[in-house]
């Protein structure tokens, strides 16, 4: 679907609106119909209703001067972004303001001159009828977002923006329309960033349609892998790369302290709903292991009550429902963290908790340095004898620093 996708965002490269470049807010509303695995008819319902729906930012008064805007849907993001802005705001007052859905910042209302000015671009765009229609309702609805941005002049109202995700909707359009008068933008990485391997998931949007001046990245391991990334697909960034560090860093932790060998402690992490499948496999995989390894699984917050992983489980394993991976890590002695393609792998690191990559069918992320294991056998060598991964907390995690406030207040000064 991404081939698709980039396909179709190519169509945009050079379309505007009143000196708006809406390629990559309109590509950002565009993601959204089309890596939908919902059936043809809800999509179509779903393009309609965008071109129905029309902006209101009915909270435009709190965004004044220096700001943070954010939105998530998750909790755990939630907290995530609300730390990183109380941090920044820690050394210089800054504006915090919470973006809701698209959905739950509208009227429902057409808007003659927002389609007109939509389906003049459309036209231009040699695509198939439904493709067509899919795009006019992104450049409709984004578009109409210009324009009440403009009838509330809220760019004028602020000296600089940092977007938790300026990469997606809602956030893309106002730091697109900041960016354009001129303002310092920033948008913030907040999952591990890295070229996929094997999948090109929408996850690949985050950092390949930033709207921002500026993208503030964890390390230069993130950085690479978006540099290679864009150099494969014949691309240069059009925004800054700057490192900053891990954007989460836990207090100071010393190094674990190995248990007795007939009683290590491992703790699984698992990822999203893509991985379902091999998260099942390495789970068979853990319930192989003698008896006297100590086992604690921890689900992604999305899967929380999956039946198909929850049968999987180990008969003698724990489940973690500790409110964070930190809460976790604090709260229990673990010799060994296990996983793929998930960010909690390696933040084990910052707990000086050892950690060991399972070689899955789905595995996207590959980095040098990193212990890895396919069957039972190779996982208990590790567990027995772990090797020191502390190293990876810097390499990957960008854990040795923390520059946001630092490299912002510096370009606003």
Request: hydrophobic residues 40%.
């Amino acid at each position: 679907m991404y081939s698709l996708y980039a396909q179709t965002k190519e169509k945009l490269r050079f379309a505007t609106y009143r000196g708006y470049d809406l390629c990559n807010p309109t590509a950002a509303v565009l993601a959204h119909l089309l890596f939908d695995k919902r059936s043809t008819r809800k999509k179509i319902r779903s393009a309609f209703k965008l071109i129905r729906l029309t902006p209101r930012y009915r909270h435009h008064d709190q965004l004044k001067g220096d700001a943070y805007i954010w939105h998530c849907d998750r909790d755990d993001q939630t907290r995530l972004a609300l730390s990183i802005g109380n941090r920044l705001s820690d050394k210089q007052p800054r504006n915090i303001s919470y973006l809701p859905a698209i959905k739950e910042d509208a009227s429902k209302s057409l808007d003659w001159r927002a389609m007109y000015a939509a389906w003049r671009i459309t036209r231009r765009c040699s695509l198939p009828l439904l493709l067509q229609f899919y795009v006019f309702s992104a450049l409709c609805h984004s578009i109409k977002h210009f324009r009440a941005i403009d009838r509330l002049q809220i760019p004028q109202q602020l000296t600089s923006l940092v977007s938790f995700n300026s990469a997606n909707i809602p956030e893309c359009f106002l730091v697109a329309a900041c960016r354009h008068h001129g303002l310092p933008t920033y948008s913030l990485q907040h999952g591990l960033y890295h070229r996929y391997r094997g999948e090109q998931p929408i996850d690949i949007i985050n950092y390949e349609n930033v709207t921002a001046s500026t993208l503030l990245v964890w390390s230069e391991f993130c950085r690479a892998e978006i540099a290679a990334f864009h150099r494969e697909i014949g691309r240069t960034p059009d925004y800054r790369i700057q490192i900053a560090g891990y954007i989460d860093p836990p207090a100071p932790q010393h190094g674990s302290r190995p248990s007795p060998t007939a009683h290590k402690h491992l703790l699984c992490v698992l990822p999203g709903k893509r991985y379902v499948a091999d998260s099942i496999q390495l789970l068979h995989l853990l319930a192989s292991l003698p008896a006297h390894y100590r086992l604690t699984v921890r689900l992604h917050p999305l899967l929380a009550k999956d039946a198909a992983l929850m049968a999987a489980l180990p008969p003698s394993a724990s489940l973690d429902d500790s409110p964070t991976l930190a809460h976790a890590l604090r709260a229990g002695h673990y010799d060994l963290a296990v996983g793929f393609n998930t960010t909690s792998l390696f933040e084990a690191t910052l707990f000086g908790v050892p950690c060991a990559l399972y070689q899955a069918h789905g595995l996207n992320l590959i980095a040098e340095g990193i212990p890895s294991f396919l069957n039972a056998e190779e996982l208990a060598q590790l567990a027995d004898a772990p090797i020191d991964t502390r190293q990876l907390a810097d390499y990957i995690l960008g854990a040795s620093c923390f520059r946001y406030a630092e490299i912002i207040s510096a370009a606003e000064t």
